[in-house]
């Protein structure tokens, strides 16, 4: 199948063209058709597998169909991300993929001014990208009318309900006419997305790409059993050695982020921190700092990771595992995307085997244990991370480390490890 198959216009498949793409990936090939038909979806999708042209791509084709008469242009089409980079990634696919259309877009997030945003949309928005704290910020000024809107997309529904915005969202529908067509996109659907969109979607088509919660098949995945005071030395020693150049790295705290990109900055790892309380300017500094490799190691939330578009992102470490393991799934899909390989390290101490636990019984599989040497926790935490009996875990001496230090010495100190 190639994308002239699918009913899109010509004007849509040249900007396809344009960006070298012939085959659409499954979720394309699922979703564009279903969504030219007029009907409501619930798609679940893995990020890197093109879910984000899936809805942008019929969208604007049906918005070309229904456009009104006149220089009028009310806001026909909303979509709602979870974060600021979310949205500004999915305001430059609909920039891309219309490019040859007489529609115009805009973007409203929190974190800026809104001066700039009421004054784009006094001009005429066709599509509207926003986050739903400060869309609500502009329907209760009343800059912005969503009266008319004909397509609703909810774009990562699942962590949206995460971060508490269910009553902001039925708030936004509420503004929203009744009949429209609404598309919800997501990596993975839970019990409590299901529910919210039975209330939302009319007689929805389905469409599943990969086993739910499944993560992604290429992607190795890797536990690294050590203690909590090592992490830090252990995380900067497989940055070395394996001479990683681009790495994204996940904890569990704000201050966690911001302390460990500290201690890597200060052992020569070019490293920054990105989350929540980060300033936009702040935040898209220090990505496209990233992306250009200036650099090395980026620390996050898993908030603020939440639809980072980075290509070809070799390698990605759990520096603590989340408390929901379904975040497991969402992190290590950073890499791996659109087919190609990746890497996933955890590193995981004892009072982490819980977690550890959780995350392999939603895989149905267990996760590879490597001991590096010098790196060893002690005895009894090592009890608590082996693997299931009859299932040895592999040692890998650490480069350069011939033999392990007696007693303490050359080990990081509680001090170095936090």
């Keep these: 199948m190639s994308f002239d198959d699918l009913g899109l216009s010509a004007a849509l498949l040249r900007a396809v063209r344009d960006q070298g793409y012939a085959t659409p990936t499954p979720v394309q090939a699922q979703s564009i058709p279903a969504i030219l038909s007029g009907g409501d979806i619930m798609a679940a999708a893995q990020t890197g597998t093109g879910k984000t042209a899936g809805f942008t791509l019929p969208m604007l084709d049906r918005l070309m169909q229904t456009r009104p008469p006149g220089a009028a242009r009310p806001v026909r089409a909303l979509i709602l991300t979870p974060t600021r980079e979310l949205a500004a990634q999915v305001q430059d696919s609909v920039k891309t993929y219309g490019r040859h259309l007489p529609l115009k877009s805009a973007v409203v997030v929190g974190g800026v001014g809104m001066g700039g945003q009421v004054q784009a949309l006094r001009r005429g928005v066709d599509v509207l990208v926003a986050t739903p704290g400060r869309l609500l910020d502009h329907v209760r000024q009343r800059s912005v009318d969503l009266s008319r809107v004909e397509i609703l997309v909810l774009d990562e529904a699942d962590r949206?309900?995460?971060?508490?915005f269910i009553h902001d969202i039925r708030k936004v529908i509420a503004a929203l006419p009744k009949k429209r067509q609404t598309?919800?996109?997501?990596?993975?659907f839970s019990d409590d997305i299901r529910t919210l969109a039975s209330g939302m979607l009319d007689r929805p088509t389905w469409i599943e790409v990969t086993p739910r919660n499944t993560a992604v098949e290429t992607v190795t995945q890797t536990v690294h059993p050590v203690s909590r005071d090592?992490?830090?030395?252990?995380?900067?020693?497989?940055?070395?050695?394996?001479d990683w150049r681009q790495v994204l790295v996940f904890t569990r705290t704000k201050h966690g982020a911001d302390r460990l990109a500290r201690q890597l900055d200060r052992d020569g790892l070019t490293a920054a921190a990105i989350h929540g309380n980060k300033s936009q300017g702040a935040r898209t500094g220090t990505l496209a700092g990233f992306k250009q490799g200036r650099v090395r190691v980026l620390v996050a939330t898993d908030i603020a990771a939440r639809g980072l578009d980075i290509d070809q992102l070799p390698h990605v470490v759990n520096f603590d595992l989340p408390h929901v393991p379904e975040d497991y799934v969402h992190r290590i899909g950073r890499t791996g995307r659109a087919g190609r390989?990746?890497?996933?390290?955890?590193?995981v101490c004892a009072d982490e085997a819980k977690l550890l636990a959780g995350i392999e019984k939603l895989l149905?599989?267990?996760?590879?244990?490597?001991?590096?040497?010098?790196?060893?926790?002690?005895p009894?935490?090592?009890?608590?991370?082996?693997?299931?009996?009859?299932?040895?875990?592999?040692?890998?001496?650490?480069?350069g480390r011939r033999r392990r230090r007696n007693g303490n010495a050359g080990r990081p100190t509680a001090r170095q490890g936090r």
């Design 183 to 188: 598309l919800l996109f997501s990596a993975t």
């Design 160 to 164: 949206m309900l995460d971060m508490g």
């Design 380 to 399: 009894g935490e090592r009890d608590r991370l082996q693997r299931p009996a009859g299932r040895p875990e592999s040692r890998k001496p650490a480069p």
């Design 341 to 347: 390989g990746g890497q996933a390290r955890s590193l």
């Design 230 to 242: 090592g992490k830090r030395a252990l995380l900067a020693n497989l940055i070395r050695e394996g």
């Design 364 to 378: 149905k599989r267990d996760i590879e244990r490597q001991v590096i040497a010098g790196f060893e926790p002690e």
